[in-house]
């Protein structure tokens, strides 16, 4: 079908369901305005004009009935025009006004008399002076609240209205701004961080609110340096530099942006190897070296133990057997039938596991406050094996079993039928063949240990 024709069905079958929604509504108002439920009958012809806009009984009927609840809205703004307070007369025209626009939206127009605008302004002055006064003497006492609430209703009514808008800014936006200063005071830069980012993200700006973020953001954020990591065997350095810079950029892509980066200190090939007990003892020292670094806080890293175990591939022979059917004359019978033959053969298996073992301690040293506040472990062993046969034929017409010679018979000959063992043996010739390299699990769990330090870092909360 073409697309030209799809459209054109989908728009008719609108059309149709539009159309009968359209005649159910104006059906039921037929029957409401017959029984004298003008107002009733009114909002059911507003929905079928709404769902036919080309309903000409539906227009007809709103036009009608419309226009009765309409002067029922006026009666009543008149009235407490003249008997009740500005604010019911208010919000009296408002809803008069809005079913007059309401209906005009849908091609009808009521008669709505504009002397009705005339008394509106007089008792919406007076109203709008009242909340104004009202809304700026809260703010002088910081009553934020209910000023926020009273230049909001003031907005609503009439936008323009003297300066009510930025008065609600400073009533909406000035306890927040205090609570961000009253952070920033308390050292809380974190927290003050987001109060005036959310000030910023609404209206821009107000006050020196985007200064106060900055300045917030500079004292909150934990510069770090990845001091060259320390090794426990020689034959460990040359996972140091890719281990240092895979941390450096786990901590640069924290969401949060609270963690910079300053400086990766390069390895050397002079590196020094440690004990795990002499450098448990360096890391409470307070080192002049720590103190030249331009960061809060100092990452050591110590590989306490690296292994890569690269196997070899084994390759086995198997026997087995190759089944074979086929069709032969029964000489007694002269019918067909069939035989099943079995023939010896060799397969061959294949097998081979690879595996690295990582282990690493970690502690983030603060600088500036003479603590560390993260420490831990990461230990992991990453390995990957392969284990499948090969056959130089159909390995689906291979049954599992022994043969002790390949061109003669031998008690110890042995078929396997049963379809468990037969199903195991073919899968063998699906298993993958190829297997993860000792370099790839090395990269594995380098990636793994970078991402479980950024993450014990990036919990570390040090306004907590």
Known sequence: MKRSTIIVTLVLSLFMIF????????????????????????????????????????????????????DDKAKDFKSKYENASAKDAVYAYRDADAYHKKVASLGVNLIFDDANQTYYKEVEDSYLKELYQKGT?????????????????????????????SQWVTAKYEPIYRKGNQEINSQLYRSAYYTFDKIIKEISDYKESIALKTKALENATLTIT?????????????????????????????????????????QTKNIKIYNYEIFNQLLTQKTVEDRTYNSKAVLNTYIKSFR??????????????????????????????????????????????????????????????????????????????????SYDGNYKDLVPGYWKYLTK??????????????KELHQLFNNKKEITSTSELEQQLIANCAKQISSQIEAYKPEK
Request: hydrophobic share 30%.
């Open 19 to 70: 159309g009968c929604a359209s005649k159910r509504y104006l059906k039921q108002a037929y029957k409401l305005d017959k029984a004298g439920l003008y107002s009733d009958a009114a909002n059911l012809y507003y929905n079928s004009l709404q769902k036919n806009n080309k309903n000409i009984e539906a227009k007809l009927g709103l036009q009608r009935t419309g226009q009765m609840v309409l």
């Open 137 to 165: 003497k809260d703010l002088s006492l910081e009553q934020f609240s209910s000023a926020e609430v009273t230049f909001a209703e003031i907005i609503k009514i009439n936008k323009t209205y003297k300066d009510s808008h």
């Open 226 to 266: 990845i001091k060259p990591i320390a090794i426990a065997n020689r034959d460990y350095y040359d996972i140091t530099t890719p281990l240092a810079t895979k941390i450096s950029n786990e901590i640069n892509s924290i969401r949060e942006p609270f963690y910079k980066i300053t400086q990766v200190v390069p």
């Open 308 to 389: 890569r175990e690269g196997g070899q591939l084994q390759k086995l022979e198997k026997r087995g057997y190759l089944k074979n059917t086929i069709e032969v004359l029964n000489k007694e019978t002269q019918q067909k039938e069939t035989k099943t033959t079995y023939k010896k053969i060799k397969y061959y298996v294949y097998s081979q596991e690879n595996k690295v073992n990582l282990s690493v301690k970690y502690d983030l040293k603060r600088i500036d406050m003479n603590e560390i506040p993260v420490s831990n472990y990461y230990s992991e062993e990453a390995k990957d094996n392969i284990y499948y046969a």
């Open 409 to 422: 018979s031998s008690e110890s000959d042995q078929i396997k039928q049963d379809q468990n063992a037969i």
